[in-house]
């Protein structure tokens, strides 16, 4: 746990609905409050917000969303402009509250994009808070099952940490940012509203992901094939079981399988990381889905696993946005930061596939891609990457 210089309270453990109420109603007093979630996503398939850490003048506070019937009180709050919500790290938080509940946020300030900004490079918040306070923080409960109920007193105050200091730690990155100038203040504010925006994507099961698999690439046609059925085999018995997919077999193991194909439990057994349990329980479904792959069409071409793939451009368009990150790449080195606060992926891609394609910053404005400080700071790089 951490090894403060001072007596801290003891945290309040919100888990009722009229404590929530009561709770939302003096956070709407706040000028600011600190914000982070705990989520059970290393133990379930379908993931879920398991507990919320809020820290404010009033003091640290965990609210129990399994216990609380309803979020909504909190909603006018994220959504309050007045109220700066402070996050180190935001993406996952965000997302995780969006697919909980009809949840907006405004006014995010992110610890982690300002230490990206200063050109930091331990971006985590043990490092900041060690860095900034000299506290250390004891990560050995960071992969908890929050799920499980009731949480232990250490789970408590281990969580309790992660907000406690977020609110005097932004104080002291916001000033250091405006310290290190204008552009620094200006893509900090860009990227945090950006991270407001968030929306959650839908997440479905892609059975073709198989090929983004370490070593996939190697395997022969046959193999491949195999793998294939054994990833979907995977995934089927995961949401059966609820539990994440490597719980039910790891990568490895499925590549050995497909590699080897045996034909039967004895041989199973033999293939490492197959324990005698394992084969027990999973040996009839690994041996189907190889029966499975053996009538059906080898896999000559891998599917694509980039990113880019997906992405809707043509081959023309796609080199320009290799130009792009090429130039991005050279424009974060330059001003040694985070490429992704030059400028964020999809911009990169929607610029990519602008047409006409724009020949001067006017156009480049008027593309609504790009905040006008970015179009001046940037333009004449982005331009040339374009033509």
């Not at 398991?50 to 009180?73: E, K």
């Not at 300002?114 to 043990?126: H, P």
Request: include cysteine; hydrophobic fraction near 45%.
């Amino acid at each position: 746990m951490p090894a403060p210089s001072r007596a801290f309270a003891a945290p309040v453990y919100v888990d009722t609905d009229d404590a929530l109420a009561t709770l939302a109603q003096r956070l709407l007093g706040e000028r600011a409050i600190a914000v982070d979630t705990e989520s059970n996503s290393l133990y379930a398939y379908r993931e879920r917000l398991c507990l919320i850490q809020i820290s404010s003048s009033h003091g640290d506070v965990l609210v129990d969303p399994m216990a609380v019937t309803d979020l909504s009180p909190l909603v006018p709050v994220f959504a309050d402009p007045g109220i700066v919500k402070v996050f180190h790290d935001a993406e996952y938080d965000i997302l995780t509250f969006k697919r909980t509940s009809a949840f907006e946020f405004a006014s995010i300030f992110d610890t982690k994009v300002a230490a990206m900004s200063l050109g930091r490079q331990n971006l985590g918040l043990a490092a900041a808070l060690a860095e900034h306070f000299g506290v250390q923080l004891d990560k050995r409960l960071q992969r908890s099952d929050w799920g499980c109920r009731p949480l232990t007193q250490e789970q408590k105050e281990y969580a309790r940490f992660d907000t406690h200091y977020l609110l005097e730690l932004a104080r002291e990155l916001r000033g250091a940012v405006v310290e290190a100038g204008q552009i620094h203040v200006l893509e900090v504010a860009s990227e945090c509203r950006r991270l407001a925006s968030l929306v959650p994507a839908p997440r479905p099961f892609d059975p073709d992901a198989y090929a983004s698999l370490r070593g996939a690439e190697h395997l022969d046609p046959v193999a491949s094939r195999r793998l294939r059925e054994l990833f979907v085999m995977r995934e089927r018995i995961a949401a059966d079981r609820d539990v994440p997919p490597f719980k039910i077999v790891g990568n490895d193991v499925l590549m050995e399988v497909a590699r080897i194909a045996p034909r039967d439990a004895t041989a199973l057994a033999a293939i490492a990381g197959l324990s005698p349990k394992l084969v027990d329980r999973l040996g009839r479904s690994l041996l189907e889905a190889l029966r499975r792959a053996a009538r059906l069409r080898p896999i000559a071409v891998l599917p694509r696993a980039d990113a880019e793939a997906d992405s809707g451009l043509s081959p023309t368009q796609r080199k320009t946005y290799e130009r792009l990150r090429g130039w991005r790449k050279g424009a974060a080195a330059a001003r040694k930061v985070d490429a992704s606060l030059v400028l964020a992926r999809p911009v990169l891609l929607s610029l990519a596939a602008v047409r006409p394609t724009p020949r001067d910053r006017d156009a480049l404005l008027a593309t609504g891609l790009l905040e006008p400080w970015r179009v001046e700071h940037y333009g004449d790089g982005i331009l040339a990457a374009l033509t």
